[in-house]
């Protein structure tokens, strides 16, 4: 038996050198993949999530009518300002109806596909109501939710390739996250609302003034104005939910964030 002199280990037969003291090149190179493979391996829920995800979002196109309107939406923001812009936007406002499909799906709750209507977005019908005033909430704020997660993609692009078309389709999707989320009429603010009590609703309208102020995103502004006018409405609970106030309250602070950047 042959130990090394320097770390005791043992040497097999035929070999010239310690395999701990001076391993293979091979094995250095797996070595330095291992933080890899145990961050993978961590985060393998998260990778399961995403797939899922991917595979909802494949779905929504295996419908003629929203392949149809998306490809005049596309045509007609081509026209105007580029198929590449055209493109990354239509994706957005795509991603954006498929959270309200995700969140429809999991209430069990039927509902068109999405129908994209030029220089309008897209839209979906709910085929039943949603059974309580939290769960319409949560579907209210899925769409801006996903089209959030799209503006974030695109900004890192952004950060990535430099492209200036990537700029412009994170901002212009959160800006138009951020209309959504004013609460009137049938947007997805209004939705939300529905679950907020005065409170909250007053909460809201502070914040957004102060993020319009630190941001100058005039829609923010917008925001800030109706919902302070819906805390006067008679359509609201005693008690709001918290989890619905927080998550409005975040995607006002990221989407305002996102369309004040000079990029």
Same mark, same amino acid.
């Given at each position: 038996?042959?130990?090394?002199?320097?770390?005791?280990?043992?040497?097999? !037969?035929?070999?010239?050198?310690?395999?701990?003291?001076?391993?293979?090149?091979?094995?250095?190179?797996?070595?330095?993949?291992?933080? &890899?493979? $145990?961050? &993978?391996?961590?985060?393998? %829920?998260?990778?399961?999530?995403?797939?899922?995800?991917?595979? *909802?979002?494949?779905?929504? &196109? +295996?419908?003629?009518? +929203?392949?149809?309107? /998306?490809?005049?939406?596309?045509?007609?923001?081509?026209?105007?300002?580029?198929?590449?812009?055209?493109?990354?936007?239509?994706?957005?406002?795509?991603?954006?109806?498929? =959270?309200? !499909?995700?969140?429809?799906?999991?209430?069990?709750?039927?509902? %068109?596909?999405?129908?994209?209507?030029?220089?309008?977005?897209?839209?979906?019908?709910?085929?039943?109501?949603?059974?309580?005033?939290?769960?319409?909430?949560?579907?209210?704020?899925?769409?801006?939710?996903?089209?959030? =997660?799209?503006?974030?993609?695109?900004?890192?692009?952004?950060?990535? +390739?430099?492209?200036? !078309?990537?700029?412009?389709?994170?901002?212009?999707?959160?800006? /138009?996250?951020?209309?959504?989320?004013?609460?009137?009429?049938?947007?997805?603010?209004?939705?939300?609302?529905?679950?907020?009590?005065?409170?909250?609703?007053?909460?809201?309208?502070?914040?957004?003034?102060?993020?319009?102020?630190? +941001?100058?995103?005039?829609?923010?502004?917008? $925001?800030?104005?109706?919902?302070?006018?819906?805390?006067?409405?008679?359509? /609201?609970?005693?008690?709001?939910?918290?989890?619905? &106030?927080?998550?409005? *309250?975040?995607?006002? =602070? $990221?989407?305002?964030?996102?369309?004040?950047?000079? !990029?």
């Amino acid at each position: 038996m042959i130990v090394c002199s320097q770390c005791g280990a043992v040497i097999a !037969v035929g070999q010239t050198n310690c395999p701990r003291c001076h391993p293979h090149p091979w094995a250095k190179r797996f070595g330095k993949a291992s933080p &890899l493979a $145990v961050l &993978l391996w961590k985060f393998k %829920t998260f990778l399961l999530l995403a797939l899922t995800k991917g595979k *909802l979002l494949l779905l929504g &196109l +295996t419908k003629f009518s +929203t392949i149809a309107s /998306m490809l005049v939406s596309f045509g007609v923001y081509w026209a105007r300002w580029g198929w590449e812009f055209a493109a990354g936007f239509v994706l957005s406002i795509y991603v954006h109806e498929m =959270g309200h !499909v995700a969140a429809l799906k999991r209430f069990g709750i039927a509902a %068109t596909a999405p129908m994209f209507i030029p220089g309008f977005g897209a839209l979906i019908w709910q085929k039943e109501a949603a059974k309580s005033v939290e769960q319409g909430a949560i579907v209210g704020l899925a769409g801006p939710l996903w089209g959030m =997660g799209a503006a974030l993609v695109s900004l890192a692009a952004y950060g990535i +390739t430099h492209l200036p !078309v990537w700029g412009a389709i994170a901002r212009t999707g959160a800006w /138009m996250n951020l209309f959504n989320l004013t609460p009137i009429f049938f947007l997805d603010g209004s939705h939300a609302f529905r679950a907020l009590a005065r409170r909250d609703r007053l909460i809201i309208a502070v914040i957004a003034l102060g993020l319009w102020g630190i +941001t100058h995103v005039g829609m923010l502004l917008l $925001v800030a104005g109706v919902a302070l006018f819906r805390c006067f409405g008679k359509d /609201m609970p005693e008690r709001g939910i918290s989890a619905i &106030l927080i998550q409005f *309250l975040g995607l006002l =602070g $990221v989407l305002g964030f996102v369309a004040s950047l000079p !990029v």
